[in-house]
């Protein structure tokens, strides 16, 4: 019983390790706002065990520095699956613009610092 037990708080303490810590701060009504104010904001849909989300998120943390006039929201997938289904984002590490309270562009999966870059200038 002893051995289940560790086995079990083992596995458990393993894979949260690779649990994303990131937090959601997508509200409909910081989004509204900002499109109203005329910002363009970019929307990363990400996962708390996905890979590539894990990937993505210093990417995202270093854009929002480098890019000032960009407002950059975070929004847990599948805690928010309605949110996710008004914005017509359909999957995790999904990084989506918006202007003028349209989708402009959306890529889904990319990790490569140089393109997801590229990415947000060409939406400028």
């Known amino acids: 019983m002893k051995k289940i037990i560790l086995i079990i708080v083992l596995l458990f303490s393993f894979s949260n390790v690779?649990?994303?810590?990131?937090?959601?701060n997508f509200t409909q009504e910081i989004f509204e706002k900002a499109?109203?104010?005329?910002k363009i904001?970019?929307?990363?849909?990400?996962?708390?065990y996905c890979g590539t989300c894990?990937?993505?998120?210093?990417?995202?943390e270093q854009a929002k520095n480098d890019f000032k006039d960009i407002l950059f929201l975070s929004i847990e997938?599948?805690?928010?699956?309605?949110?996710?289904?008004?914005?017509?984002?359909?999957y995790w590490s999904t990084i989506a613009v918006y202007k003028n309270s349209k989708q402009t562009a959306k890529i889904i999966g990319l990790v490569e610092k140089d393109k997801i870059y590229s990415f947000i200038k060409?939406?400028?």
């Open 35 to 38: 499109q109203d104010n005329g």
């Open 54 to 60: 894990a990937k993505q998120r210093p990417i995202l």
């Open 122 to 124: 060409k939406e400028i």
């Open 77 to 90: 997938h599948v805690e928010n699956k309605d949110l996710v289904k008004n914005l017509k984002i359909e």
């Open 41 to 48: 904001v970019v929307i990363y849909s990400w996962n708390e």
């Open 18 to 24: 690779f649990a994303s810590e990131f937090k959601t």
